[in-house]
Structures are given as C-alpha cells and as structure tokens.
C-alpha cells in the first residue's frame, strides 16, 4: 500500500470513528439488545459451513430468536439455493446505492432473515461511500439475537476479517485428513486474534469418532500453538443421507427431517450455543458494538482501524 493510499484509510477511518462516536452519544438509539455475531467457518471447502450455517438459522427461529443468517460467501451463492430463494442483490448493491437494503434482505420465516453478503475486505472498500454510514447507522435488524455469518473457507484475509468480528468463531471439519489439516491451519491463523475457538465434526459416524479427531487437533494445538488458545467441542453432526436429499430437494433438512440422527445433532449443538448468547442478549454494556446490520458495519470498522 502506498503512503498516500494508507494516509486516506486512515483519514476514513477517523472520520468513521466520529461517525461511530456521534451514533453512541445520541440518545435515539437505545438499543435493546445485543447481537451474537457467530462466524462459520473451514479450511476446506464442501465440510458443511453453508448447510450448517441455513439449518442452524433455522432451529434458532424455531426456538424463538431473531436470526440473522448473513452470506460472506456469496462467490458461490450456495445459502440461497439452500433456503430455496433467489437473491438477485447483496449489500455491495446497497453501499454502490444500487439498492435499498430492504431489497436486499430474503424474509425465510417470520424470524429468520437471509442477509446476501460479502466479503469483508470487500465492503470496506466502500468504506468512503455515503451508503457505509448509512449502515453504521442504520436501524435495520437491529432487533436480532443471533447473526450467523457463512465465510468462505480458507486461511484468506477476507474470511479472517469476519472470524476476527465474531463473538463465537466454528470451525467445521469432516474426518477426511485433508480437511483435518486446514481446520488445523485455520485455527492456528485464528489464534493469533483470539483465545476461544470453537469446532463442530461434520459427517462422522460416531460421538467416539468425532471426540478422537478433536481430542488430536486439540492435542497438536496445545503443542504447537499454545498460548491462552482453549479449543471447544461443540459437537458432532452424523454423515446422514437425510442431508444430502433435502439438499438435492432444496428443503433444511431439520425442517423436513425433524428425527433424522443430523437432526438431533445440530439441535444439541443449538441449545449448546443458545446458552452461550442468551447470557450477552441481555447484558448491555458499554463497550457492545451494537445490534444488527449497523453492529455488523460498527466491528467492521473497528476491525479495520
Ligand atoms: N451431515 C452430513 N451428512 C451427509 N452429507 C453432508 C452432511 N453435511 C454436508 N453434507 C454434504 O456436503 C455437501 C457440501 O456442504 P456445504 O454446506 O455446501 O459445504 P461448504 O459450505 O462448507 O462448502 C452438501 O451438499 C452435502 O451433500
Ligand atoms: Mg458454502
């Protein structure tokens, strides 16, 4: 990056910062509650993020929440295909003022709402634009109790960017090994930011399966990586053919398959990270970042300056 080019980022940072600062002091936006900003993520592609990601919104809204499900992926555009609707626009639309955000955002159920994202790195290049401090201040969805972000796989800048935001970061693996080594690079590469990763073993055949491979990651990073890294053992999600039909049918599979073994897993695994955000929903202090699209746009800068 060039002097002039990094004196410019630092001048929008700063003028973001007032932004963020003005919006803090106003007495208008006495917010309710908390997001619990959740990343997805992998070392490998095809482990499971994006089915994770839809089913898991999903059984969230069941339980009552308000999810936010928000696309960093959306390369592949595999979430709209997964909730079975066509997303035409994503926030880069609304930042170039192509769009208004409320054309953007897919209504699933009543409480759960596709959000067609992006990268990070990408939205902050709009970072200038009259539309980002739209965002920052923008009360859309700021009544969401959970926004689960699906990144792209990778040890990339750009999916580092939303693991770094996260409250909660998850780690997806199957047990092939190639996918067991990037999970390791990619909590490694995560570490560097943060203490409390947390992992979910897709597509294994047995709890005694998904408990070995994690009890060796967990192993090696302790050896390798060290530090205050705690490795957390969310679950584990049975290989299920139930997943791979809905899929194929364009349904969720806990939707349509509300006693298949992948079922009762990812919904272990739901009440097992519900409790973790119902404790920050109501806590509010000073230092949260604020709810919603605006609490997403308000880390994002933060992450950035
Ligand atoms: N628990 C599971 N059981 C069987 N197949 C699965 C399971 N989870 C994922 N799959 C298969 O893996 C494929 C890739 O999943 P996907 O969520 O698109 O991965 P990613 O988003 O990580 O690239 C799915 O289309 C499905 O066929
Ligand atoms: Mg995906």
């Known amino acids: 990056m060039t002097t002039s080019n990094s004196e410019r980022g630092t001048n929008q940072a700063k003028k973001l910062q007032e932004l963020i600062n ?14 619990h900003f959740i990343a ?17 919104g999903y059984i969230f809204a069941k339980y009552g929440y308000k999810v936010g499900v928000f696309d960093a992926d ?8 997964l909730f079975n609707v066509r997303v035409k626009k994503n926030i880069i639309h609304v930042l170039k ?13 009543p409480n759960l709402t596709l959000i067609p994202g992006d990268s990070g790195a990408d939205i902050f290049q709009y970072s200038n634009s009259h539309m980002f401090e739209t965002l920052v201040n923008d009360s859309t969805l700021d009544d969401l109790d959970v926004m689960i972000i699906d990144t792209g796989a990778g040890i990339g800048e750009r999916t580092q960017t939303f693991l770094n935001i996260a409250d909660e970061v998850v780690v997806i693996t199957v047990p092939d090994p190639a996918a067991i080594t990037d999970a390791y690079a990619t909590i490694k590469m995560t570490a560097r930011k943060r203490n ?4 979910i073993l897709n597509q294994v055949n047995s709890e005694k399966e998904a408990l070995a491979i994690f009890g060796k990651i967990d192993k090696v990073a302790r050896v390798n990586i060290g530090g205050d890294l705690r490795l957390e053992y969310f679950g584990k999600i049975a290989q299920d053919n139930v997943v791979v039909t809905s899929i194929k049918r364009r349904h969720l599979f806990v939707k349509e398959n509300p006693y298949a073994q992948a079922t009762e897993d990812l919904e272990k695994i739901a009440r097992q990270l519900a409790k973790k955000f119902e404790h920050n929903i109501l806590i509010q202090n ?14 994002l800068v933060k992450h950035f300056n």
């Open 22 to 35: 003005k919006r803090q002091n106003s007495s208008q936006r006495l917010q309710k509650k908390n997001t």
């Open 40 to 56: 997805i993520t992998s070392g490998k592609g095809g482990v499971g993020k994006s089915t994770i990601s839809a089913n898991l």
């Open 74 to 81: 959306i390369g592949l555009a595999n979430l709209d295909v």
């Open 97 to 109: 003022g192509q769009a208004e955000i409320q054309d953007v955002l897919v209504q699933i159920t």
């Open 196 to 199: 409390n990763i947390g992992m």
């Open 286 to 299: 000073e230092s949260n970042s604020g709810s919603g699209l605006a609490g997403l746009f308000h880390r």
